[in-house]
């Protein structure tokens, strides 16, 4: 019998360039079929078989509660009978703000957009617009979006598909990007001392999770914040991922160092389009309409979005909320590699917060060179055994995992005991 997924796959690549409308949603690293969804509720989703798995992407993050929790949709119905978008500002825009500069150290004030991509442009053109400079320091494996200045040496499906630089990007924009090592502070050092004046920002995954899951050493950030201070240039977090996630007050809590500027998504908007950027007050007063740096959107701080945005970060507020999380993660993360030890295959795991990542290779990798030295064709397998089994992991090598608070134990032993199966069949 041919599966609906089959048929529903053929069907869209008539229609939409490899079926998908975002790339590692098309399987091409794994291979095989992608998964068309029908439902969500709380750690499980659907597909068009019928077929539950356990989900372990969460929509790439923001499904931090578990999805279609009860509260988040009464929200989004409520917001959406009075009215889907006015193009005029609203009550629940102003909350939003002052939830994300209490919660986030360094955020004063705070700009909201519809996505990642369009928060880290914006920043991108703030920090250039607000130091007159043009140079733009970023990490190979991280990836802050699909702007232009940005897909240079970028993670996630990039890597994936094996372009380090996407086509259209114009080699003269690309050459104001500066591409380092991800946790190597002396290369920053060297560069700074050569060309400090020339740069506007350095822009950062603090907790790398585009490719795979890699965690900054505390030294590689506080050099970072130094030279950046030293030298006039801003450093901006890109806290997509990790912001929410990796604990309340993201990276920049737990690492205890302080951006410019902040880069959000996912996590608050709970699974609408909502993404921010923020931080100084005589930074962002930059902006239009205070100054001169141009940046729009018709439908940013939409009020069914910042609903169901507003909600979720209510809800990651309450007691014990991360700790569970984290301890719930960890668990994952450990239960895997024992399985995995008992079978004889070479893999660990990590896990910061609500992410996780996993690595066919005998220690956790701290550099993109590590990630990529991983034994991707055992990851693939992996995949699909676990796929099979009705777990869904990130259909790529170099994504990192998402964990909500409606994976308890039942369904992390239900991983585990499914993880030891497939482990046994991979050695
Ligand atoms: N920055 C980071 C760190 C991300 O992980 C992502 C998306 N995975 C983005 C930016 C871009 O966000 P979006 O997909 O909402 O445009």
Known sequence: MTSKNDILFERAQASTPGGVNSPVRAFRSVG??????????GPHFWDADGKRYIDYIGSWGPAIVGHAHPEVIHAVQDAAARGLSFGAPTEGEIEMAEEICRILPSVEQVRLVSSGTEAA??????????????????????YHGHADSLLVKAGSGLLTFGNPTSAGVPEDFAKHTLVLDYNDPQQLEDLFARMGG???????????????????????????????????????????????RVGLGGAQTMYGVTP??????????????????????????????????????TLSGNPVAVAAGLTTMKIIQRPGFYETLTAQTAKLAQGLANAAKDAGVRFCADAVGGMFGVYFADRVPGSFAEVMACDK???NAFFHGMLEAGVYLAP????????????????????????????????
């Open 260 to 297: 410019d500027l902040t880069v959000l998504g996912k996590v608050i908007g709970g699974g609408l389009p909502v993404a921010a950027f923020g931080g100084r007050k005589d930074v962002m007063k930059f902006l239009a309409p205070l100054g001169p740096v141009y940046q729009a959107g």
């Open 121 to 142: 442009m914006s920043a991108l053109r703030l920090a250039r617009g607000a130091t007159g400079r043009t140079k733009i320091v970023k990490f190979e494996g991280c």
């Open 32 to 41: 095989g079929t992608p998964r068309f969804i029908t439902r969500a509720e």
């Open 377 to 379: 064709e055992k990851f």
């Open 396 to 427: 790529s090598a170099f994504e990192a995992g998402f964990v909500s608070a409606a994976h308890d134990d039942a369904v992390i032993e239900e991983t585990v005991a499914a993880a030891r199966s497939v482990f046994g069949k991979l050695r």
């Open 198 to 244: 020339d740069i506007a920002c350095v822009v950062v995954e603090p907790v790398a999770g585009n490719m795979n899951l890699v965690r900054a050493t505390p030294e590689f950030l506080q050099a970072m914040r130094r030279l950046c201070t030293q030298h006039g240039a801003l450093l901006i977090f890109d806290e997509v991922m990790c912001g929410f």
